[in-house]
């Protein structure tokens, strides 16, 4: 199972609120960073196979029909998905990227908390630690509760697709482990990734 890197988050975090500093905010950080933590231990797995073949459907969410479908070895992370799914729009993979669970969250007028995501390495847009693509393996996640994703990219522009789990297989004998992940099939002209530029 996946695990965050706290650091020293609590020890910090404590350290603020007995110091009388920003008490009302920095408790309900707290509070959000242990729901943000119970989801995903409720999403998380170790039933899946690592070393089978994960086949999802990746739709752009602001041009349609435009739309991927990757295989992706369970072994593999998110932060391969996202490369993938980045490379076969043809765009330039230079901005922070994020997969959202399918979780319903209160209106947060304090602004503690992200959504139910999973951030690109370096993230730290968060006020409380957050799981890394990088870390979290494509098998980790329980697709009979979380069947489909968010997957947001350039936070700025907003690139936004839905990643639909279509079904897991066995690794082929022959096929190389090195050519995954890769498209099986794809609709659509993706946009230009940068529109407004002239």
């Known amino acids: 199972m996946p695990i965050i890197k706290e650091g020293d988050f609590y020890e910090q975090i404590n350290g603020a609120i007995a110091a009388g500093r920003h008490i009302s905010y920095l408790k309900e950080?707290?509070?959000?960073?242990?729901?943000?933590?119970?989801?995903?231990?409720?999403?998380?797995?170790t039933k899946n196979t690592k070393g089978a073949v994960y086949e999802f459907r990746i739709s752009y969410l602001l041009k349609k029909p435009v739309w991927r479908e990757i295989e992706i070895l369970g072994k593999q992370s998110f932060f391969d998905l996202a490369e993938e799914t980045i490379a076969s729009m043809n765009w330039e993979n230079d901005h922070m990227h994020g997969f959202d669970l399918k979780y319903p969250r209160k209106p947060d007028p304090l602004i503690?908390?992200?959504?139910?995501?999973?951030?690109?390495?370096?993230?730290?847009?968060?006020?409380?630690?957050?799981?890394?693509?990088?870390?979290?393996?494509?098998?980790?996640?329980?697709?009979i509760k979380q069947s489909k994703l968010r997957f947001t990219f350039d936070y700025g522009?907003?690139?936004?697709?839905?990643?639909?789990?279509?079904?897991?297989?066995?690794?082929?004998?022959?096929?190389?482990?090195?050519?995954?992940?890769?498209?099986?099939?794809?609709?659509?002209?993706?946009?230009?990734?940068?529109?407004?530029?002239?």
């Open 29 to 45: 950080v707290i509070k959000k960073y242990e729901e943000y933590k119970k989801v995903f231990a409720e999403n998380f797995t």
């Open 112 to 143: 503690t908390g992200s959504s139910i995501s999973i951030f690109a390495p370096g993230w730290e847009d968060d006020p409380h630690p957050t799981f890394k693509t990088d870390e979290v393996m494509i098998a980790d996640l329980d697709y």
């Open 157 to 198: 522009d907003g690139h936004e697709f839905d990643v639909e789990f279509k079904k897991m297989r066995v690794l082929s004998k022959g096929e190389k482990i090195s050519n995954f992940p890769h498209v099986i099939d794809q609709r659509g002209v993706a946009p230009e990734q940068y529109s407004n530029w002239r």
